[in-house]
């Protein structure tokens, strides 16, 4: 018979390189509804050696990406482990990981979550539930969104769920099935901008608010071919040094009207998929940029736009990790076709187990 009650490890890093993100959680399932609540959690902020590493890892050749990942593995262990022994956490289930994504080109057939290597379940010493995504773009999915399935279960009461990370994603059930899809780039744009001004990133918006928008860039980036694209559809670091940085770099203007411009673009396409008087749920680093938030608001006035405490603003992802690895320790669908566009539904990761 299996469990009601589970007792994991949520762990995210995500492409905005804000850190390590590391939940504790436990699930239980009242009737059929499954409900969490979130005890420690932190971001553990990469040293600028790793944020280096990571954000240069799309140019590895094949040898050194392995070597990457063994080492970024043995980092990622160490976290993990350092978490558990700090906050004396006991009787755990299961660790249930992303890894971090340094390759996605679903439409090639190939992901890469480094971070997954075996050795990681010998590091935290418990079972490890990881690498999500390669089994979806092996049966012809988007490997992403993968959040969704908690949006389902867990965020039912809301119309849409939006995430703001790196790039943001959203999700939402339309004609009787979840659907999602990444909508557009966000702190992957606009936080190596502020670290140009000198800043890890823009303090609720104040640079951006500061600028002003250029209204050539902001409509050639308006017409961008991945917005005209139907769902399933994802976004990865590729498609913006392919599609966006030639754009930006064509423009000699001054910093904060670079700012500004995105931050309008960004909130004109987010707009441009909430659905009128509908309820959505906002998570993500993104959140806590007030002036983004503001535009959204301005270009949906009809949405009811909710931000949740905290610790579901910062820890959605690795909550819904933790919920990932769960459903696959019950052999239960964890990735739905209707969301990434694979040949059905079907209980993705891998479980590692120490020796």
């Known amino acids: 018979m299996l469990k009601e009650n589970y007792n994991v490890i949520g762990v995210m890093s995500g492409t905005s390189l804000d850190g390590v993100d590391i939940a504790h959680v436990t699930f239980f399932k009242n009737s059929a509804e499954w409900q969490f609540q979130i005890h420690e959690a932190t971001t553990i902020p990469y040293p600028k050696e790793w944020e280096d590493l990571l954000r240069n890892a799309i140019y590895l050749n094949s040898e050194a990406l392995q070597a990457l990942n063994f080492s970024y593995t043995n980092f990622l262990g160490k976290l993990i482990d350092d978490f558990i022994q700090q906050h004396a956490i ?77 790039f943001s994603n959203i999700s939402m059930i339309e004609d009787g099935k979840r659907i999602s899809f990444d909508i557009c780039p966000v702190n992957v744009l606009l936080n190596p901008i502020a670290q140009e001004l000198g800043f890890a990133y823009d303090n ?45 770099n064509f423009y000699s203007i001054p910093r904060t009207d670079l700012l500004r ?31 983004l938030m503001e535009r959204i608001a301005f270009h949906a006035p009809l949405v009811q736009i909710e931000i949740p405490e905290p610790k579901i603003i910062d820890f959605k992802e690795a909550l819904i990790f933790g919920f990932l ?20 539904d079907h209980s993705s990761g891998i479980i590692l187990t120490p020796n």
Not at 139 to 152: F, K, M, S, T
Not at 267 to 280: F, G, M, R, T
Not at 327 to 336: A, H, I, Q
């Open 90 to 166: 006991k009787d755990l289930d299961a660790v249930c990981s992303h890894g971090h994504t340094v390759l996605h080109q679903p439409d090639l057939g190939y992901t890469l979550q480094i971070g997954n290597l075996p050795v990681l379940a010998d590091l935290v010493k418990l079972p490890v539930v990881c690498d999500f995504r390669v089994q979806d773009v092996s049966l012809g999915g988007q490997g992403a969104p993968l959040v969704p399935i908690g949006d389902h279960y867990l965020f039912a009461a809301y119309d849409q769920c939006i995430n703001l990370g790196g």
């Open 204 to 248: 609720k918006g104040k640079l951006a608010k500061s600028g002003d928008v250029h209204s050539e860039l902001l409509q050639q980036l308006n017409t961008l071919s991945f917005y005209q694209q139907k769902a399933p559809k994802s976004l990865g670091m590729e498609w913006v040094i392919k599609e966006v940085h030639p754009i930006l």
């Open 261 to 291: 411009t995105l931050v309008e673009h960004i909130a004109i396409q987010i707009a441009s998929v909430l659905i009128q008087n509908s309820k959505v749920l906002f998570t993500g680093g993104g959140c806590y940029h007030q002036f």
């Open 325 to 344: 690895g769960l459903l696959k320790l019950r052999n239960e669908v964890n990735v739905l076709k209707s969301v990434t566009g694979a040949s059905k």
